[in-house]
């Protein structure tokens, strides 16, 4: 996609995307990533995806530079890859912030609400909730899922309008979970809590503002589910074109 025509498209907002951690040519969960990008495109543009050029792209790139973050940016008819270095893995500390996306369930460029919140909290990041009371729901991190952990370490997932992102649907394959509704008031009843994503993988959440301080007891499953998630194989980027 040239330079120019890539600025004019991202100046519309009008598209979707999908981030992944690619090491060696690999990466987990492509099939993940391209049913994402299949099912926004389809959303968005009622069209479907030839995701083959995208696949061949990302082979060159991996070949190139070895490990590195890949953000794939679907437009209506282009698309564009660009690459960063990938993020800390450490620990962090959130806050709640009164925020539901709009098309929750689409990875779409309208991310401006998103740094807003994470701006706006003396914390290292944001969680979404639709607002501060006991009854209120919470949602979703601001680029991440969250999911809390009971004392026999089972994995609870917030149910709602969220993105179910990549890692969380990986993590269910290997770990005890379910998701159901959380309120704002039971956050205190869980023993810690993890924010979830492809880029940063499993990382343990230290506190919710008061309302929530992560155990040892949490932080020592936390580490366990950060190893499952990472035990998980990898598979060649190619795997991306074949994988709808």
Same mark, same amino acid.
């Given at each position: 996609?040239?330079?120019?025509?890539?600025?004019?498209? %991202?100046?519309?907002?009008?598209?979707?995307?999908?981030?992944?951690?690619?090491?060696?040519?690999?990466?987990?969960?492509?099939?993940?990533? $391209?049913?994402?990008?299949?099912?926004?495109?389809?959303?968005?543009?009622?069209?479907?995806?030839?995701?083959?050029?995208?696949?061949?792209?990302?082979?060159?790139?991996?070949?190139?530079?070895?490990?590195?973050?890949?953000?794939?940016?679907?437009?209506?008819?282009?698309?564009?890859?660009?690459?960063? &270095?990938?993020?800390?893995?450490?620990? =962090? &500390?959130?806050?709640?912030?009164?925020?539901?996306?709009?098309? &929750?369930?689409?990875?779409?460029?309208?991310?401006?609400?998103?740094?807003?919140?994470?701006? $706006?909290?003396?914390?290292?990041?944001? =969680?979404? *909730?639709?607002?501060?009371?006991?009854?209120?729901?919470?949602?979703?991190?601001?680029?991440?899922?969250?999911?809390?952990?009971?004392?026999?370490?089972?994995?609870?997932?917030?149910?709602?309008?969220?993105?179910?992102?990549?890692?969380?649907?990986?993590?269910?394959?290997?770990?005890? *979970?379910?998701?159901?509704?959380?309120?704002?008031?039971?956050?205190?009843?869980?023993?810690?809590? =993890? %924010?979830?994503? %492809?880029? &940063?993988?499993?990382?343990?959440?230290?506190?919710?503002?008061?309302?929530?301080?992560?155990?040892?007891?949490?932080?020592?499953?936390?580490?366990?589910? $950060?190893?499952?998630?990472? %035990?998980?194989?990898?598979?060649?980027?190619?795997?991306?074109?074949?994988?709808?």
């Amino acid at each position: 996609m040239e330079a120019d025509v890539a600025i004019t498209q %991202a100046l519309k907002g009008d598209g979707h995307f999908t981030t992944m951690l690619i090491e060696g040519g690999k990466v987990r969960g492509p099939q993940l990533h $391209a049913k994402r990008l299949q099912r926004d495109h389809r959303t968005l543009f009622g069209t479907d995806l030839d995701l083959a050029s995208v696949a061949a792209e990302l082979e060159k790139l991996a070949a190139q530079t070895g490990s590195f973050v890949a953000r794939v940016s679907m437009f209506e008819t282009e698309h564009l890859i660009t690459t960063r &270095s990938a993020p800390s893995t450490g620990p =962090i &500390s959130c806050e709640l912030f009164p925020l539901q996306r709009n098309l &929750s369930h689409v990875k779409h460029f309208g991310l401006a609400p998103q740094w807003h919140a994470r701006r $706006a909290v003396a914390a290292d990041d944001a =969680i979404c *909730c639709t607002g501060l009371d006991k009854d209120d729901l919470v949602l979703e991190g601001t680029m991440f899922n969250v999911g809390f952990i009971r004392a026999d370490g089972r994995l609870v997932w917030p149910e709602g309008p969220v993105l179910a992102g990549t890692t969380w649907k990986q993590l269910e394959g290997v770990w005890a *979970c379910e998701s159901r509704p959380v309120r704002v008031g039971e956050i205190g009843n869980f023993v810690g809590a =993890i %924010a979830t994503n %492809a880029t &940063s993988g499993v990382r343990p959440i230290t506190t919710i503002g008061p309302r929530l301080r992560c155990s040892l007891e949490g932080l020592a499953w936390a580490n366990k589910i $950060a190893k499952a998630y990472q %035990a998980i194989p990898t598979e060649d980027v190619t795997q991306l074109s074949q994988a709808v």
